[in-house]
């Protein structure tokens, strides 16, 4: 049963916690939006005419038990599903006013418009912690940006991820001497780097500590005000405390989507009400 | 029980310790300046050296690496690569039966291909039946480095609009280049000192010859002449020249070491 886009009025209801206290302003336009998606590892479908629609500079929190598919439709967004073997996609996704399956981008183009973060921390090993900032610069198409353009962008991605004041001493260093959180910041801060619309983040605080939890948390509070992103995660106090809208998927199925205060405390499908009281999953 | 594991790990290092420890007694009296500069001698005369003979082990070496360590690192690429294909599953247990082939059934056959056809010994010859020893030890060290590469860093390169061949080389290779590096090493180190592919390929020889298409002098075989020879000065020139073969194992060992300092240590998926 493929589930209905659901567009409730924008008012934050009070339960949001943070959501409500937020000054900035965040977006109601669509920015991405899947149509009838349906993927599968082999056999296996694993998304199920799946049409949402991601709001920009706002964050969208996509919750469900494991193996409920929302990995998987974060990794069709940005083409990375595909580079499984045996792993199929049908239906389309529309990043503005453009098709990324259905001709108009390929798979490279799509990834430096959507930018993504994954489970554990990827710093490349053999990088500086500038490099790495910087890795997803050089592989533009044509003249790359100059010494001191880097230097310059570099130094806004790492401010952007909160991570400039801890590094700007040590850029020349080894990013595996930074720590978990710091480098799942770089990371955050490599992928804003290329300046994406969208930021994928696929359970980034799954390998850390509370307290860089906390730290990517509000981070990702802030990056609200500039871009849009979209967090798959299965803690649902996380989802309830940065995201403006949230998503409930169930065995490939877009369950119910709405602001997250209302999803929490009034979600029309009684599914989605089991869920989030924790009566599974 | 730990303490007999405590004696077989002493006795374990026993043989290496005892092998330098007489071939410094028996070896390093000979070890004068002219030894590393100076022809061999008649059999017989006392004096001399081995300069041709450290001279074409090196270039043994060398011809062996140029033909082993291209085909060793492109095929564990491609096993690497292409896992579970029934090519890479033949590639890797044909290498694997490679890797433990007697290195005198490689010689003979060596000789049966590279030598009989061309009418004689080569240098040429000997470096092609060394480095056919080396590929599968190259083979299986570089698809085990690459493979330790995680997943997790070829998918943040994709991520990040890396294209799949860009990704295979910038990332994945430059990580696991220093353990490549590792493994080539390892396997010059092994086969610098083989001798038995080189009695039917380079021969040795008594002269000055750098040329790859004639018989090549190599520490090993030079070694082996010596010491089979009924003269005692002989055999102290064979005990320092087995001296300065293990002192060139040990130096490539230890720039193999060097170069596995700070290697990347994975997360471990």
């Known amino acids: ?281 | 029980m730990l303490g007999m594991t405590y004696v077989a790990a002493i006795i374990a290092t026993l043989p290496l310790l005892f092998i330098i420890f007489h071939l410094l007694r028996q070896g390093a009296a000979f070890l004068r300046p002219d030894f590393f500069t100076q022809m061999p001698n008649p059999v017989g005369e006392s004096g001399g050296g081995m300069a041709n003979a450290i001279v074409g082990t090196l270039i043994l070496i060398g011809t062996a690496s140029v033909v082993g360590l291209p085909i060793g690192v492109g095929a564990g690429l491609y096993l690497a690569d292409r896992k579970g294909s029934p090519l890479a599953t033949t590639v890797r247990f044909l290498s694997d039966v490679l890797n433990g082939l007697p290195s005198i059934v490689l010689g003979i056959f060596a000789w049966e291909f590279l030598v009989r056809p061309v009418g004689g010994f080569s240098a040429l010859a000997g470096g092609m039946a060394l480095g056919a020893m080396m590929i599968p030890l190259v083979t299986r060290t570089t698809e085990e480095m690459i493979r330790l590469v995680p997943v997790s860093l070829r998918e943040a390169a994709l991520a990040l609009g890396y294209t799949r061949w860009r990704t295979s080389v910038s990332i994945v290779l430059r990580t696991a280049l220093p353990g490549i590096v590792t493994g080539a090493l390892v396997a010059v180190a092994r086969i610098a000192g083989e001798t038995a592919p080189l009695l039917f390929t380079a021969l040795g020889n008594q002269f000055w010859s750098t040329s790859l298409r004639e018989p090549i002098a190599a520490l090993p075989l030079q070694i082996f002449a010596y010491a089979i020879s009924p003269y005692e000065t002989a055999h102290g020139q064979a005990w320092a020249g087995a001296l300065v073969l293990i002192m060139i194992v040990l130096v490539i060992s230890l720039i193999a070491r060097y170069a596995t300092r700070g290697r990347y240590a994975g997360s471990g998926d």
């Open chain 1, 1 to 281: 049963m493929p589930a209905v886009e659901t567009e409730l009025p924008r008012a934050t209801p009070a339960v949001t916690m943070r959501a409500a206290e937020s000054a900035a302003p965040t977006g109601t336009e669509t920015i991405l939006s899947t149509r009838r998606l349906n993927a599968w590892f082999g056999r296996a479908r694993v998304l199920r005419n799946v049409t949402l629609d991601f709001h920009d500079r706002a964050v969208t929190a996509v919750i469900g038990p494991s193996g409920c598919g929302k990995s998987t439709l974060l990794r069709c967004l940005n083409r990375m599903h595909e580079t499984v073997p045996g792993a199929i996609v049908e239906g389309d996704v529309i990043l503005g006013e453009t098709s990324i399956y259905k001709g108009g981008l390929n798979a490279i183009a799509v990834r430096r418009h959507i930018g993504m973060v994954f489970q554990r921390p990827t710093p490349f090993p053999t990088m500086s912690i500038r490099d790495n900032v910087a890795a997803g610069l050089r592989i533009r198409i044509g003249r790359g940006p100059s010494r001191s353009e880097t230097d310059e962008i570099v130094q806004g991605a790492l401010e952007r991820a909160g991570l400039w004041d801890e590094v700007k001493d040590r850029l020349r260093d080894h990013a595996l001497g930074l720590s978990g959180g710091q480098q799942q910041r770089l990371c955050i801060a490599r992928a804003l780097a290329t300046k994406p619309r969208v930021l994928l983040l696929d359970e980034p605080t799954a390998s850390l500590d509370p307290l860089s939890t906390q730290t990517i948390e509000e981070l990702v509070y802030e990056l609200r005000q500039s871009i849009a992103v979209v967090i798959v995660t299965h803690n649902m106090q996380q989802a309830a405390r940065v995201s403006n809208r949230t998503a409930f998927m169930l065995a490939g199925e877009m369950i119910e989507v709405a602001p997250t205060g209302t999803l929490f405390t009034n979600p029309r499908d009684s599914r989605t009400e089991s869920y989030v009281t924790g009566r599974f999953g």
